[in-house]
C-alpha cells in the first residue's frame, strides 16, 4: 500500500513539474499587469507572516496599522485606513481579495483598488462592492515587482474579513413626519425617505387626523417630490388647525399607505400664526478658550418687532441648513431679544456648526435659513494643536474679505495681515509698509474696505517674533494673488436655477471659484471646475480645481462623493492641510 502511494506521489510531483515548465504560474487577477518570475520557484523567497510587530522594528517599506471596517449608512462600502513611513518616498498598492492576502501568490492575483503615495492622506473608502467577505493588503509597488514581499499579519494585511451584506428591501413606507411652521406663510413637512432611490412622495393635507385611506381620499394633495425628505407648504386660508400625511409612489406606480402615528401622519395639527419674527444676519462663532465657543449674531429688522420673544440657538456636528438637519441638532441656549452673543462649552475635541433663529412670544421660530446668516457654513474646530489650515481671499464690489480657518487656540492670537504683489516666501521680505491691520486670529475675517488697484497676495504672520512661522501657499498666505479693478471677460452662466439672469465674470480660476462656489452655485461648481481638471495644464490649478469640487459635494452632503476628491494625490499633495480638514470633515459624516 505504501508503495503504490509513493508511485502516486511521483507520478503527481513530475506532472505538477511538466504544468509549471510549460505554463508558468497561473493567476486569476494580477495586483499589476505583466508580472513574471524567471526564477525557480524553489529559490523564491518565502513569505513568512510575523506576529506583534510594532512599527518602529518594521522595514520602512511597510505598511502598518491597516484596518478596515465598513462605513455605516453605506451598505455596499468599506473604509480602509493605514500608516506608512514619511521618509519612505514610494507609491503603495490597495489590493483586496475574498481571501487572506497572506502569501505572494495571493498578493499578486489580488485586485488593485487604489494606488497611494507614502505622502498621501492614509484612508481610502471602497465603493460598490457585491454581497461577500473581503480582505485587504498595502504593499510597496517596488517591492511587487521583486521576491522580497514582506507579509506581516494585521500589521500591512487583514485576516478578519469586512461582511457587505446583501440589502434587505425596505418597507416602503415613510417614518419620524414632522410638520412645522417656519414663517408667516409656509409649513415645513419632513419625514425620513426609503433608503433607496426611485421612490415618489405624495403629501396631503386635510383639517382632520388623516389616519385611514378614506381620509387621505378626501384630503388635499399639498405636493409631491421625488427622491426628497422636505416638502415647504403654504398656509391655507382659515384659522382652524390642519394635519399632514405622506404617501409612498414605487417606479412602478404602485402607491402606498398603511397608517402609522407620527410616521407617515401627524397627529399634532398646525395651527397658523400670523407673526412675522425678527430675522438673524451675521452670525459668527469661534474657539474662544479651550472647550468653549463664541457664537454671535445681529438682526435685521421686522415688521413686528414688539412681538419678539427671543432667540433660539443651536449646535450640530453637520451643518444646519434644513429642517431635517435642524430636527437633530441640539438646542444649547435660548435668549431674551436684548442678547446677541452667548458662550456654548461644545466639549473637549471635535468640529461644531451653529444656528440661530428668532421666535416670537408665542414660541413661533422663523426657520428661513440663510447660509453665513443665521446659520454657519464652516465648522468651529476644536483641537489640543493649534495650526492655521487656510486662508482665502474674496473680492467683492469694492472690498477684499479675507478668511482663515484654524484648528486649536493660539497662545497669542494677535496676528498682523499684510498685503503684497509678489509672494513674499519668507517673512524678512515683508516689508513694514505692506502690513495693513493687526486683527485678532479668533474674528476669522477681515473686509478690505479700500483695496489698492492690482492682484496681491494677503497674509497673516504673529504679531510676536515666531521664528518656526512658516509661509506657506494656501496656508498663511493665500494660494494666488487676488485680482481687484482688473476688467475681466464676461460670459453667460448656464444651467443656473437659481437665477437664471445671472452671468459669470471669469478670466481666472479663482474668479470662477468665487462666483460660483462662494455664491452658492455648487453644481455649477462641479461642472465648471471638471472642465478646468481636464482642460488646465498648470498643477496649482488643477488641484485647487478638485479640491473645491470636493468642497462642493461637501455642501450639498454628499460626503462619500467629496471624499473622492479629496484624497486625490493632487490634492493631498499641494494643498495637504486643507485636504487633511476636509477630507476628515466628510469623513465624520460619513461614518458617524
Not at 384659522?239 to 402606498?256: C, H, L, M, W
Not at 479668533?442 to 504672520?461: M, S
Amino acid at each position: 500500500m505504501n508503495r503504490y502511494r509513493q508511485k502516486f506521489y511521483v507520478t503527481m510531483l513530475v506532472l505538477l513539474q511538466l504544468l509549471w515548465a510549460s505554463h508558468g504560474p497561473i493567476f486569476t487577477q494580477y495586483l499589476i499587469d505583466n508580472v513574471s518570475d524567471e526564477n525557480d520557484p524553489d529559490e523564491v523567497k518565502k513569505i513568512v507572516e510575523k506576529e506583534n510587530k510594532k512599527d518602529g522594528t518594521l522595514p520602512p517599506f511597510i505598511a502598518y496599522n491597516i484596518k478596515a471596517i465598513k462605513v455605516p449608512l453605506m451598505k455596499d462600502s468599506i473604509r480602509i485606513s493605514w500608516s506608512i513611513n514619511p521618509n519612505y518616498d514610494d507609491e503603495f498598492i490597495v489590493g483586496r481579495a475574498n481571501e487572506i492576502i497572506d502569501t505572494r501568490e495571493r498578493v499578486l492575483s489580488s485586485e488593485s483598488v487604489n494606488v497611494i503615495s507614502s505622502k498621501s492622506t492614509n484612508i481610502h473608502i471602497d465603493q460598490g462592492l457585491k454581497p461577500g467577505n473581503y480582505y485587504y493588503v498595502i504593499v510597496a509597488k517596488d517591492k511587487i515587482y521583486g521576491k522580497d514581499i514582506e507579509l506581516y499579519r494585521d500589521i500591512n494585511f487583514t485576516t478578519i474579513p469586512v461582511t457587505i451584506e446583501a440589502v434587505e428591501t425596505s418597507n416602503e413606507s415613510v417614518t419620524n413626519i414632522s410638520a412645522k411652521q417656519v414663517s408667516e406663510s409656509r409649513v415645513a413637512v419632513t419625514w425620513a425617505k426609503i433608503p433607496k432611490p426611485g421612490f415618489t412622495y405624495l403629501v396631503y393635507r386635510a383639517p382632520m387626523i388623516i389616519n385611514s385611506s378614506e381620509r387621505i381620499r378626501k384630503a388635499v394633495k399639498a405636493g409631491t417630490v421625488i427622491d426628497m425628505d422636505e416638502f415647504i407648504d403654504n398656509i391655507p386660508g382659515g384659522n382652524d388647525p390642519f394635519y399632514y400625511a405622506v404617501i409612498t409612489r414605487s417606479s412602478d406606480g404602485i402607491e402606498k399607505f398603511e397608517p402609522v402615528k407620527d410616521q407617515n401622519f401627524t397627529s399634532d395639527g398646525i395651527k397658523p400664526v400670523k407673526k412675522t419674527p425678527l430675522t438673524v444676519t451675521g452670525i459668527l462663532s469661534g474657539l474662544i478658550n479651550p472647550g468653549e465657543i463664541e457664537v454671535k449674531w445681529k438682526h435685521g429688522g421686522s415688521v413686528t418687532d414688539g412681538e419678539i420673544g427671543g432667540f433660539v440657538i443651536y449646535r450640530s456636528k453637520e451643518m444646519i441648513d434644513s429642517i431635517n438637519k435642524l430636527n437633530s441638532a441640539v438646542q444649547v441656549n435660548s435668549v431674551p431679544k436684548n442678547v446677541f452673543r452667548i458662550i456654548d462649552k461644545a466639549g473637549p475635541t471635535g468640529s461644531y456648526f451653529y444656528a440661530v433663529f428668532a421666535k416670537t412670544k408665542d414660541g413661533v421660530i422663523n426657520l428661513v435659513f440663510k447660509k453665513n446668516e443665521n446659520y454657519s457654513s464652516t465648522p468651529v474646530v476644536i483641537t489640543d494643536k493649534f495650526e492655521i489650515l487656510s486662508i482665502t481671499g474674496t473680492p467683492g464690489k469694492n472690498s477684499i474679505e479675507i478668511s482663515w480657518i484654524f484648528s486649536g487656540l493660539p497662545e497669542n492670537s494677535e496676528y498682523r495681515l499684510y498685503r503684497t504683489r509678489n509672494y513674499p516666501g519668507d517673512p524678512s521680505k515683508i516689508r513694514e509698509g505692506d502690513f495693513i491691520k493687526t486683527v485678532n486670529l479668533k474674528d476669522r475675517i477681515f473686509v478690505d474696505n479700500k483695496p489698492q488697484k492690482g492682484r496681491f497676495y494677503y497674509g497673516l504672520l504673529p504679531s510676536l517674533r515666531d521664528d518656526e512661522f512658516k509661509i506657506t501657499k494656501g496656508v498663511t498666505v493665500t494660494r494666488s494673488p487676488v485680482s481687484v479693478g482688473i476688467p475681466v471677460k464676461k460670459r453667460e452662466k448656464t444651467e443656473k436655477k437659481e437665477d437664471p439672469g445671472d452671468t459669470i465674470q471669469s478670466s481666472t480660476l479663482d474668479e470662477l471659484i468665487n462666483n460660483t462656489f462662494f455664491k452658492g452655485f455648487y453644481r455649477e461648481t462641479i461642472k465648471e471646475l471638471k472642465i478646468v481638471v481636464n482642460t488646465a495644464d498648470n498643477e496649482h490649478d488643477v488641484a485647487k480645481a478638485i479640491l473645491f469640487i470636493g468642497r462642493s459635494y461637501i455642501e450639498m452632503g454628499e460626503y462619500s462623493m467629496a471624499l473622492n476628491y479629496l484624497i486625490k494625490k493632487e490634492v493631498t499633495k499641494l494643498y495637504p492641510n486643507e485636504a487633511r480638514f476636509w477630507s476628515e470633515f466628510a469623513m465624520i459624516r460619513v461614518t458617524k
